[in-house]
């Protein structure tokens, strides 16, 4: 990062903590109401990043008319311009690839592996999208009347409000702004309160980059002031969220009053599938992966095993072994395997399901806070698992988003294939076979957006479509082509070239 862009969100007064800025028509500003909020290391919450801007609906609304007054010059850029700013974007990430994991780890707490993964998937999106600047196909057809021309277009929506959460800090608003921006979107970002130093990180990049001013602003505060503030602005047509189900259904509402573009990406309760002939070792791999990785904490993560009776004990044994080696810390020490939960509502929350299945299931590991030694100071929990539950237990139907994993064992494919559906939810889903018609019959059968085969149910690349079937989503998608739907309208244009009035439907009759 250069000197300017360093002194430009950071001000003049260096003492500790730093003081971030908003980000508003090119320029970081103070709130107008001049208060200010911290984020904290959750691995020790001694240990504070810097105090943000506790923005209200009167910085919003900067940043909306600072994001319409870029609109007219940014739709009219040439898409592969704006995908070449897009490209540069990708590169300065990969460039400071490890000052963005580093800072997401304390920031967020995920393992210092993983959040380099993170930072990988914002880079590979900003290079897809950029690609987009040269693509963005429409269709190109022939009209069913002679000297006619047909063809479909993709043009930019407007002003686009991105609600981001903490877990996913730097891929998930990189999922969203990269598509918004190279269809010819302005943004207004607001990133979780958890996380506002990664999309400050982020916004000083796209700036660096060359976004013009107010393509991208930055507003960071509660969403229950910030967020409402963008969904209720009558200037912000598109919305993207992802986050808690309560909260997308509750925005999902609002918008509707004015038909605004929404896409959501919410809730999760992903199985994970083993039957039988399953080996063993590989589906210990990728269950322990995606239960225990980022603690817990991802849209797709693992937290319900549905096994075939007979491997029970053989793979119960192996995920014990395995869970109760994993080594909790900060997330900054390369031989730590689990950091700590975001804050303390979470650790609370995962507490009280930990009570809620230990009615429901046996409690064979973990269970508590994790707070010896050096754990003392941060939000860490112990690797949890859970044997005996039964398919509609609330430990296997509700989002724990927590290291919690349930083993619900079954008789047979069948009734697995039944257990595995049997959620409100409906993101990713996996199976463990050597059986290749069972896996076929689970690709077909499993009710979710995303489906592994011998994986676990993390592990989603950018160029195929993210997202979920039933409450997990509205039917959006990110990442992939399918994520330009989010942000574009469709125009379709017709050029008479005959000279004469040629009816659609009347003239092209054939008798
Ligand atoms: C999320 O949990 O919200 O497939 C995103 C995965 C990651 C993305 C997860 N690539 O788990």
Redesign the pocket.
């Known amino acids: 990062m250069t000197e300017t862009v360093e002194r430009a969100s950071t001000p003049a007064n260096r003492a500790e903590p730093p003081t971030y800025r908003n980000f508003i028509a090119g320029s970081w500003v103070d709130s107008v109401a001049g208060e200010t909020f911290e984020s904290q290391n959750p691995a020790d919450i001694r240990d504070v990043v810097g105090r943000f801007q506790q923005s209200t609906k009167a910085d919003v609304a900067m940043a909306v008319k600072a994001a319409e007054t870029a609109l007219p010059m940014w739709r009219r850029t040439p898409a592969p311009k704006r995908g070449e700013i897009l490209y540069r974007f990708g590169a300065l990430m990969a460039e400071q690839k490890e000052r963005l994991a580093r800072a997401m780890t304390r920031e967020m707490g995920k393992v210092i592996a993983e959040a380099r993964g993170d930072v990988q998937?914002g880079i590979d999106i900003a290079f897809l999208m950029a690609g987009e600047g040269r693509r963005t196909f429409g269709d190109t057809v022939p009209s069913e009347l002679p000297d006619k021309w047909a063809m479909s277009v993709r043009q930019p929506i407007g002003v686009a409000g991105i609600i981001t959460?903490w877990?996913?800090p730097i891929?998930?608003p990189c999922w969203k702004m990269m598509p918004a921006l190279v269809t010819g979107n302005t943004v207004v970002f607001k990133p979780a309160s958890d996380t506002p130093h990664c999309a400050t990180l982020l916004v000083e990049l796209m700036a660096q980059a060359g976004f013009p001013a107010g393509t991208v602003n930055l507003v960071t505060g509660a969403g229950g002031e910030v967020g409402d503030a963008i969904v209720d602005s009558p200037d912000v047509p598109v919305l993207s969220f992802?986050g808690r189900s309560a909260t997308g259904k509750r925005i999902a509402e609002r918008a509707a009053r004015r038909l605004k573009r929404l896409s959501l990406?919410l809730g999760g309760k992903n199985g994970v599938v083993v039957l039988g002939d399953a080996d063993l070792d590989l589906a210990t791999d990728g269950i322990v992966w995606s239960a225990f990785g980022t603690s817990g904490q991802?849209?797709?993560a693992a937290s319900r095993v549905i096994v075939e009776r007979s491997v029970v004990e053989p793979l119960l044994e192996r995920l014990e072994g395995r869970a109760r080696r994993m080594r909790l810390g900060s997330g900054l020490d390369e031989t730590v395997d689990v950091g700590p939960l975001i804050n303390e509502a979470a650790v609370e929350k995962v507490g009280g399901y930990v009570e809620i299945g230990r009615a429901e299931g046996e409690l064979v590991l973990g269970g508590g806070r994790a707070s010896g030694g050096e754990l003392a100071n941060g939000w860490f929990f112990e690797p949890t698992i859970f044997r005996d539950v039964r398919p509609m237990d609330r430990i296997a139907q509700e989002e724990i988003f927590g290291p919690v994993l349930s083993i619900i064992p079954v008789a047979d494919e069948t009734q697995a294939l039944t257990a595995l559906n049997q959620t409100r939810y409906g993101l990713s889903a996996s199976i463990f076979t050597r059986d290749v018609n069972a896996a076929f019959r689970a690709m077909r059968d499993f009710e979710a957006g995303i489906v592994y085969v011998n994986a676990g149910t993390?592990?989603?690349e950018t160029h195929l479509p993210?997202g979920g079937w039933k409450e997990t989503g509205n039917g959006h998608r990110e990442a992939g082509h399918a994520a330009l739907d989010s942000f574009t309208e469709w125009k379709s244009i017709y050029v008479d070239f005959s000279g004469r009035l040629q009816r659609a439907q009347i003239d092209n009759a054939s008798d």
């Open positions: 998937e959460p877990n996913f891929a998930i992802t990406e991802r849209c797709t993390t592990g989603a993210f």
